[in-house]
């Protein structure tokens, strides 16, 4: 399908800003003067980092949440509540567990108002239609993973929207069941067998991306903003070992990973976002991760392209990235236009034995890790250098949903440990200061 020029946009964003404001009352710009469109007859992906804004301005165009400013309007018509045109897919599969397959597809439609027996006749078609057929007295406990998501699909498009919102809707998921359920949409698109006239996935997924979507809007982070929109003009369904996908990968890889400094334009330090816990969110990788990295960099010569890493390593593009992400904030690597080189302090962490490469990531972690950096300073502040790890999950919640907030903690656990600054009871879900541990600050 191709973008048409003369409808309507189904959902259009003007000068969208949204800003949360943070527990002592300081402001958190999330989004900044987002615009954009989605007409009939297109697949459009949102693609960025974390901390990049894309499932808040998601929400945003769905009408579940208000921007700050700004406007978003369905078929001309500015939202003042939540997006009748849209339906949406989550990451989580968000079923009732004590209803069935078909009970959890109509749950839509009966909050629509529509009769039993037409709930029950279109039910049974989307069920058919995702490839469910003989699981509608199914309860979600008896099905994989896949299938659940199915059902999430069928939930969504038996309300026959205008657009269908899907927040990285193949995460969760295995990658055979991912790339299974990514070709049915397609087809199910192409052959204009989907009800809905649009689609708009957020994905950190750079292939997923290029596979689905006719647009990447690529955005940055801290806070979001469309860095860059690209036209995916390849004919479905699309094959990764062509060169001109290949080539569009590495472009939008470059774009993902360039830097944002913004010293080409000559912004100073006060042009710098603040850096909170959730501003400048830790990447899923493990101390062991990064040593890794910075090990075959350095065999590779200490810079190389990241695509050339991945097919060494028999690993996709996007796999490299938390690692790379986590190697950047701690000021072990740079990147630049999609190559990555390991500075002197990599260098100096890669050679050093266990005491040394503890005591300096200690350093870079708690100095550029904000939510290591709060860790410490809260434990230091307290009379007996302890604390539950509930006021830091309260904390992360502002910025992530509830799994996005356990991850960041997890991710900080596994540093804090490794660098000896503090340790973490499991079961009474405590931190404790190590004695000095305040020196690394």
Not at 76 to 96: E, H, I, K, Y
Not at 255 to 260: A, P
Not at 306 to 323: H, Q, S, T
Request: with cysteine; proline share 5%.
């Amino acid at each position: 399908m191709t973008t048409s020029t003369v409808h309507t946009p189904i959902v259009e964003a003007v000068g969208v800003t949204k800003t949360f404001t943070t527990p002592d009352g300081r402001a958190l710009p999330v989004l900044e003067d987002i615009g954009l469109r989605l007409v009939e007859g297109e697949i459009v992906a949102l693609l960025g980092k974390s901390g990049s804004g894309k499932s808040t301005l998601l929400r945003c165009l769905a009408g579940l949440i208000a921007p700050s400013s700004g406007t978003v309007s369905y078929r001309g018509d500015p939202l003042t509540a939540a997006n009748p045109g849209v339906a949406m897919v989550f990451q989580s599969f968000a079923l009732l567990p004590w209803l069935t397959v078909q009970q959890n597809v109509e749950l839509s439609l009966r909050a629509r108002g529509v009769g039993e027996e037409e709930r029950r006749r279109r039910a049974l078609d989307a069920i058919d239609l995702i490839g469910l057929d003989g699981f509608e007295g199914a309860y979600p406990k008896e099905l994989s993973g896949g299938m659940r998501q199915r059902v999430g699909f069928a939930r969504a498009l038996v309300v026959e929207p205008d657009a269908l919102f899907m927040d990285e809707p193949f995460s969760a998921l295995d990658v055979l069941t991912a790339e299974n359920l990514r070709s049915e949409l397609v087809g199910l698109w192409e052959g204009h067998e989907a009800p809905v006239k649009a689609i708009l996935i957020v994905t950190h997924n750079i292939e997923e991306a290029v596979l689905l979507a006719d647009r990447i809007l690529v955005l940055s982070s801290n806070p979001g903003r469309i860095r860059a929109e690209l036209t995916v003009d390849l004919t479905r369904p699309r094959d990764r070992r062509t060169p001109q996908f290949e080539a569009l990968v590495d472009t939008v890889y470059g774009i993902l990973t360039g830097r944002e400094e913004g010293a080409a334009a000559g912004a100073g330090p006060a042009a710098r976002p603040v850096e909170t816990p959730i501003t400048v969110p830790l990447p899923q990788a493990s101390v062991g991760g990064l040593a890794g990295l910075l090990e075959i960099l350095l065999a590779m010569g200490g810079e190389e392209s990241l695509a050339e890493i991945a097919d060494e390593l028999n690993f996709e593009v996007d796999d490299l990235l938390p690692i790379v992400d986590a190697a950047v904030l701690l000021g072990l690597a740079t990147t630049m236009a999609g190559r990555i080189a390991v500075t002197g302090v990599g260098r100096e962490f890669a050679a050093a034995d266990i005491l040394a490469s503890k005591q300096l990531f200690a350093r870079l972690a708690a100095r550029r890790a904000p939510l290591v950096r709060a860790i410490v300073q809260s434990l230091a502040a307290t009379e007996d250098h302890t604390l539950r790890e509930g006021l830091f999950l309260d904390l992360l919640r502002r910025g992530f949903d509830p799994v996005g907030a356990r991850r960041q903690l997890e991710t900080a656990i596994d540093w804090g440990r490794y660098a000896e600054l503090y340790d973490y009871d499991a079961d009474d879900a405590e931190f404790e200061l190590e004695p000095g541990a305040e020196a690394a600050l």
